[in-house]
Structures are given as structure tokens and as C-alpha cells.
């Protein structure tokens, strides 16, 4: 059945070829779309009578008296998968516009079948996206569940880890195309489950491999290449089918986990972070207030502090970094020790400061 914002779009597409009048009819003899949108809800009888001979009818000028609410010109049915689901009709000498007929219906019929396509395609990706959403939820499958896992042709016993790979937020993987040319990758197996997650996350439930490490860098940087932006992943443990919800978790603490120099991290490298993603955020802002607060007015001291911890406390590189002499980074440095009372020098109030930074959210209000 056509809907009307695919009928406007076969006239939008169609109007591109054809300056004449265009209406867009439904199997009832409905017009549902036009170039005139006077004529549009209003009955074709022409249509009609296509629709149910399945043939193109050719409407002259006496026609008009007859049949109602027709103009001259042609009707053309259109099909898909061998059904009639609608008629266009062109309005004019049917002489005149005849041999524009096949063309126009050609292009019509191919853009039902993309429409089609698209929503079949996002209609399982949905269907993935809740069905794993369950899947991390549920403490007890019941046959409903197994139903929809058969449906969507997924092993429930399989040992798995998880992979979760983030774009910037705002940016988005949603094109059909794209996402296409992802479920595809060649090194994905057939027990392999890659799905959407949100409009900035992909899923990728990997079948367990010895060779994951290299499978997990191989797919980051595929999706690197395709996406052409950058791209964060982390990657859970292997797991048994019934606790994934385990690897997913530890896939989005190694995600949480990542750095400025690595943006592929391993939940099982992850040593101080495990211990981080325990603490509540309330602690965490807490926590942010009575040590660094006063700096985040000052970005630059911010950006000082990374710098050192990043360069492993050299002053020397972390001023070659910053390109500032080292006068400069000695000021800094004080200037920190003054506003927080905690001495980066110090082993023990840096490694205060190194929490602190761990824990910083940018979009935290103090």
C-alpha cells in the first residue's frame, strides 16, 4: 500500500523528467498525492479502473465526460512484487506523453522497492537493538525470548564478548548505505551479532576467538576507515550466552576507561579503572569539589596537570608538549600547588590530583 509521504516523493522525483500535471492514486481510486493539490483526496475513476485491469488505461478528451474526476493523459499501474499497489497518472496528450509512460513507471516501482528496503532494514535493526537489549536484562529466558532469538537468527549457545565502538556524540552511523557496508565486514562469522546501539554506538557481540585481540583492532580500524571519524571501543570478556549482560558491562567500563593516547581498550588491561567505575557519581563530584575545583575556571592549569601525568612527570617533555619554557611550567605548577593546596610534586597529592582528573566531567556544574 502506498503511503502518502512516498506518494509526495514519487511526485518531487518524478516532476524532476516531466512538467506535466502528476497524481499519485491508491488501489481504491483514491488520489493521494499531485502536482495540483486541489485534486488530491479526491476520486479517479481512470485509476481505478487501471488498478483493477492491471493495465495502463489512455484517457482522451471524451473520457473526461464519462469517467469521473479524470483528465486526459494516461493512467499506468504500478507493482510490486507482482501486485498492484497504486497508479500514476500523467496528465495531457496521451500522444504526447505516452512515451514517457514505462520510464516514469520504472522509476516509480524502483523507488517502492528502496522504500521497502529501508524499512524492512530499519525494522530489523529495531527489532536486534531491543531483542539484546533484553538480552543483557533478562535474568531468565522464557519461549517468547527463544521465539525472537530464531527469528533473528541468533545462537543462544555460543560463549561471546562483547564490543562496544562510540562516535562523538552528535555525529551519527545511521545511514542505511553505511550501516550496510558494516554488517558486512568480511571477518564477521555467521554466529556473529553486530547491531546499533543509540544513533552513536555499534554492538558487536563476537563469537569467542583466540585471536580477539587482533580481530578487535582489525574491526576498530575497519570501522576507522568507514566511518572516517573518530572512534572509541571497548571490548568485555568472553563469556557463556547467559551472562552477557557481564561482557557488556565491562565493555562500556573499558570504553569509559579510554585515554587520549588509546582508543581501544581491553576491559581485562583495566586495573585502577575497575575500581573507579564502582564509585558513585555523587562521590566522584564530591570529590572533584574538595580538590580541584578551583582550577576548572582555568583550563589552562587543567590541560598543565594532563600534560604531566601523560609525560610520567618529566618536566621536561610535559614543557615540550605544552610548548612553553620551563619557567612557564614551574609557574603553573605552583600556581596549582597555591589554588588547590596539593603539591603535584608531591607523590601522594598527585596521585589525589591524577584522581581527580580521572573522575573530571566536563559537564559538571560546581
Partial sequence: MLIQELAEKIITEVRKLLDEDIIVVDTKGQII???????????????????QKK????????????????????????????????????????????????????????????????EQFDWQ????????????????????????????HIDLNVHRQVMIAEVAKGSSILHR????????WQERTDTDVITRWGNNRIIYLLTSDQNYHDKAKRFHQFLLD???MEV???????????????????????????NSTC???????????????????????DFIKRTIAPLLED???????????????SLKRTSESLHVHINTLHYRLKKITEMTHLNPRNIDDLFILYLSLQFLDKHLKI
Fill in 299 to 313: 583550563e589552562e592549569l587543567i590541560v598543565t596537570l594532563k600534560k604531566l601525568i601523560e609525560n610520567h612527570f
Fill in 177 to 184: 548505505d553505511l550501516w550496510l557496508s558494516i554488517l558486512s
Fill in 55 to 118: 493495465e495502463k488505461l489512455i484517457i482522451s478528451e471524451a473520457d473526461q465526460q464519462i469517467l469521473k474526476g479524470v483528465k486526459a493523459g494516461i493512467n499506468l499501474p504500478i507493482f510490486f512484487q507482482r501486485d498492484v499497489v497504486g497508479v500514476i497518472g500523467i496528465t495531457g496528450n496521451p500522444d504526447a506523453v505516452s512515451p514517457f509512460g514505462e520510464i516514469i513507471r520504472k522509476m516509480t516501482e524502483l523507488l517502492i522497492s528502496e522504500s521497502y528496503v529501508t
Fill in 226 to 228: 568507514r566511518l572516517k
Fill in 33 to 51: 498525492a499531485s502536482t495540483d493539490p486541489i485534486r488530491v483526496n479526491t476520486f479517479h475513476e481512470g485509476a481505478l479502473i487501471a488498478s
Fill in 125 to 152: 535493526s529495531r527489532s536486534m537493538e531491543a531483542f539484546l537489549l533484553d538480552w543483557i536484562q533478562l535474568k531468565e529466558w522464557n519461549e517468547a525470548f527463544l521465539e525472537r532469538a530464531k527469528l533473528l
Fill in 263 to 285: 582508543d581501544l581498550i581491553f576491559d581485562e588491561d583495566l586495573a585502577l579503572e575497575m575500581i573507579l567505575d564502582d564509585i558513585s557519581q555523587q562521590t566522584k563530584d
Fill in 232 to 258: 572509541s571501543m571497548g571490548v568485555g570478556l568472553s563469556v557463556p550466552p547467559k551472562d552477557i549482560n557481564q561482557s557488556f558491562h565491562q565493555a562500556e567500563r573499558a570504553l569509559h576507561a579510554k
